[in-house]
């Protein structure tokens, strides 16, 4: 029973913030310690949210939005004035109105998203969610209440619960009774993997448009039902650094407005003032660009929000640490900063609502009418309708709606290919995107051939054109060209077989049937040369699946997983072959068993790296993987692999002997060993292994008139560097290697890193001097970059070593690496 007078006398009684603590619990109230003296697990930092909503419920909506790989609940809590929460669902239909066209008025408040702790080790600012949140609804704080007139507020607490807890776990763990301030000290030095990343070890600050981790898909669904005026995520930088804010550095994207780029300023004046009244240092305009479109800042940028990065020094900072200054750096001052430039964003955001809701308004009806690119429609074309799909998939988990040509339409358009104008010639399928529509300037900054840069100092790479990245054939049309709605790949009509079938290798989708197909034990056959069956012609890679040498279900299984992938496989009742081989050829090689695949992982190996392949064979390609820490080796027997991945990685003595005649036994006993990028290259270093680098270009001698001054040093590094730049690499599509590539692959080139041409190895993808297509590159890593080899494949014994310059799973959304993993790992030829 509630007691007026008992809870007023208690009130005399005590200190007033206990009155309010009854109500709504400040975070020190609820968590029994002040903000950043203890690290927060995310589990508390959950409950507290709860408690805050259920203390505050017409204030406060909490919107669970799906959970991490680990299990962790992921939510965003809406936060505004009792009349806003009320019609929460009113306001956000309004915003989305403005977004596809069908609201005029502008009479909503401003949307300001705040998004905490991507990178799960620069935890401080899931500490300041929470002062945040209580500050929003602390009845003593009127500010925030003038503030919450104008705007309704989100907070993510926390992006990456899995990463955060596995650096808050191990910190726990390794501090003692009081912190130690010694940089020196284990408690700030975090063990592999660290927990930037999440469980699989990506950086889902790289994955806002790619959308490959679970975090990333449910967050973006819940971020598109709402589209905010402004977006904020919150980073850690190294613990010496002081913080950064906006405005953001050089090079922004050309398709950011004058609005984005001025209210950048006007939100970092703000956030500066209230850092000089505190003598807190920062910077700006440096450093944090806009410009690769997967950050969460770029992402709302193109998606019409003020879209900036804030970041605090802190990173290995643990609870407190001395840093260069000679000064401490504790938790509770590195939240409070944070705290500081959420309120500042808020109230910024606060005073000009008519202006950001405006701008926002505008931005949608400029992208609706496609009057920001000078591309009005952008048509893609394959022989064969899945890597087509896939692109169409990943357009349209951003927002943007996609199309096919239904004519056999005739135009003049950039083909991409020999990136001149040209004619546009239909392959067989088509996906054809307008720019005008409510999404038309992310689909622009995505599909554009080239992307416009004015300085290259970038912490990112500089080129991700799709239909590059897709492995399909891209035009680029200054005319509307007119498509039909929707794509979709035609329904696979598969017959019943007695003898066998056939089906088409020409995308990663049949690497998956094929993963698919070794799973289920079934024994598949795959063809080196062309053929023609049953008038249908296949070409190299053909899989053929026959009740020879197969169990019963062989052909209820190979009609599921074809028809689950929706690829076209033939039945067949004969081994005859129209032309070409015949299935008894010497020129069909079985694929007798599923290959055991391990790869090596932990120390030495690169955390993200590791993390692509892993999450590459349980989530892309659906395959069974063994990690094998590598420090480990000498207590591991490799024999009972078939297939080693070496990831990218500093290892320890790769070429050492203990680990080379193990290497070399495996292989030589039939193993393939694929060693990737810098793995790759620390094998060349080895005689035994029989590659070389090529040698980069010598430096001419220095001249007195042309030494290096010491203000230029940032831009004399751009010359030799290479950011992340697209190549065309000429595939030999008749090794097992390049099949299905069509003998054309485009790399994600982020080093110089280039083989020699050898007799010994089948030189697989070569560079020429054609190579460069899109990205920065600077003049010296240009020159080193003119000819050589990026695949090759060795034959060691009775198997095989595959070496790849480049990362071919990059961020697991390169699409058209994925399928030349899949060869190396399936298909070994000879
Ligand atoms: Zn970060």
């Not at 507290?48 to 809590?77: C, H, S, W």
């Not at 088409?504 to 598949?524: D, E, G, Q, R, T």
Request: with cysteine; hydrophobic share 40%; glycine share 6%.
């Amino acid at each position: 029973m509630f007691k007026p007078f008992a809870a007023l006398a208690l009130g005399l009684l005590c200190l007033p913030f206990l009155v309010v603590a009854q109500t709504v619990p400040s975070p020190a109230s609820f968590l029994g310690y002040t903000v950043g003296t203890k690290f927060t697990r995310h589990h508390q930092i959950v409950a507290y949210f709860n408690t805050v909503a259920q203390a505050k419920p017409d204030m406060v909506k909490i919107m669970p939005y799906g959970k991490t790989n680990e299990d962790r609940p992921l939510l965003v809590a809406a936060i505004g004035l009792p009349e806003n929460i009320a019609k929460l669902e009113q306001i956000r239909k309004h915003n989305k109105g403005l977004v596809d066209g069908s609201v005029s008025d502008l009479n909503q408040p401003a949307i300001v998203w705040l998004s905490y702790n991507v990178h799960g080790n620069e935890p401080a600012s899931s500490e300041a969610a929470m002062l945040t949140l209580f500050a929003l609804v602390d009845p003593a704080n009127t500010k925030t209440k003038d503030w919450l007139k104008n705007t309704v507020v989100m907070i993510d607490p926390c992006i990456n619960p899995d990463g955060r807890d596995r650096y808050v776990n191990w910190y726990n763990n390794a501090v003692g009774n009081f912190y130690n301030a010694d940089p020196a000290a284990r408690e700030h030095m975090e063990p592999w993997p660290a927990g930037r990343s999440n469980h699989y070890n990506f950086d889902l600050n790289r994955d806002w448009a790619w959308q490959t981790q679970v975090e990333t898909q449910q967050r973006i669904a819940l971020y598109q039902q709402w589209y905010p005026q402004v977006h904020v995520d919150y980073h850690e930088q190294g613990f010496n650094e002081p913080y950064y804010f906006a405005p953001a550095a050089e090079p922004l994207h050309d398709v950011l407005t004058q609005w984005q780029k001025d209210f950048q300023v006007q939100i970092g004046k703000n956030h500066a003032k209230y850092f000089d009244q505190n003598n807190w240092l920062f910077f700006t305009k440096e450093r944090f660009d806009l410009l690769y479109p997967s950050y969460g800042d770029t992402y709302p940028m193109y998606n019409g929000a003020i879209g900036m990065t804030y970041e605090q020094g802190g990173i290995g900072a643990g609870l407190g640490i001395v840093n260069e200054s000679s000064d401490t750096l504790t938790l509770v001052s590195r939240a409070q900063h944070h705290f500081t430039t959420s309120l500042s964003t808020i109230e910024i955001s606060a005073a000009n609502k008519e202006n950001l809701v405006a701008a926002f308004k505008k931005y949608f009806d400029n992208s609706r009418q496609g009057a920001t690119s000078t591309y009005k429609t952008f048509v893609m074309t394959a022989k064969e309708p899945h890597a087509l799909e896939a692109l169409a998939n990943l357009l349209k988990k951003n927002d943007i709606e996609v199309g096919t040509i239904t004519n056999a339409a005739s135009f003049k358009a950039f083909d991409y290919a020999t990136k001149k104008e040209g004619d546009f010639v239909n392959e067989g399928f088509t996906l054809a995107v307008s720019t005008a529509q409510a999404h038309g300037i992310l689909a622009r900054v995505l599909l554009e051939p080239i992307t416009q840069i004015n300085d290259s100092n970038t912490y990112d790479i500089t080129a991700w054109s799709l239909p590059y990245v897709f492995g399909v054939h891209g035009f680029a049309s200054k005319e509307k060209i007119s498509a039909q709605s929707g794509y979709s790949v035609p329904v696979v009509n598969i017959s019943n077989s007695q003898y066998g079938y056939i089906i088409p290798y020409n995308s990663f989708k049949s690497a998956k049937v094929l993963a698919a197909l070794l799973h289920k034990n079934i024994k598949v056959r795959y063809a080196e040369k062309p053929f023609t069956s049953n008038g249908v012609s296949f070409e190299p890679g053909a899989l053929i699946v026959l009740k020879t040498s197969n169990q019963d279900n062989w052909a209820i299984d190979t009609k599921a997983i074809c028809e689950a992938a929706q690829i076209q496989a033939t039945a067949v009742s004969t081994g005859w072959a129209e032309k070409g081989t015949d299935f008894g050829s010497p020129d069909i090689r079985v694929i007798n068993h599923a290959p055991k695949v391990a790869m090596f992982t932990g120390d030495n190996v690169g955390a993200l790296a590791a993390g692509e392949v892993w999450n590459y064979f349980e989530n892309q390609l659906n395959y069974p993987i063994t990690q094998l820490n590598y420090s480990n080796l000498s207590r591991i027997d490799l024999n009972v692999y078939d297939v080693i991945i070496a990831p990218d990685g500093a290892y320890k003595d790769l070429i050492g002997k203990m680990v080379t005649d193990k290497l070399q036994a495996f292989t030589k006993k039939g193993g393939v060993l694929i060693a990737l990028e810098s793995a790759a290259q620390q094998l060349s270093n080895n005689a035994d292994w029989g590659f070389k680098l090529k040698e980069t270009p010598k430096q001419d001698k220095l001249d007195v008139n042309d030494v290096s001054k010491y203000g230029n040093s940032v831009k004399d590094a751009l010359q030799s560097s290479i950011p992340g730049s697209i190549y065309k690499v000429y595939m030999d599509a008749t090794h097992p290697l390049g099949f299905g590539t069509n003998g054309v692959y485009y790399t994600n080139k982020q080093d110089i890193a280039i083989y020699e041409p050898s007799k010994e190895v089948w030189n697989v993808g070569v560079v020429k001097k054609d190579s460069y297509v899109a990205g920065f590159v600077g003049y010296k890593a240009k020159a080193a970059l003119q000819e050589g080899v990026l695949m090759g494949v060795k034959n060691v014994g009775m198997g095989k070593l595959v070496y790849l310059a480049d990362d071919v799973v990059y961020r697991n959304f390169w699409e058209g690496g994925k399928l030349i993993l899949a060869n190396a790992v399936f298909l070994n030829g000879k």
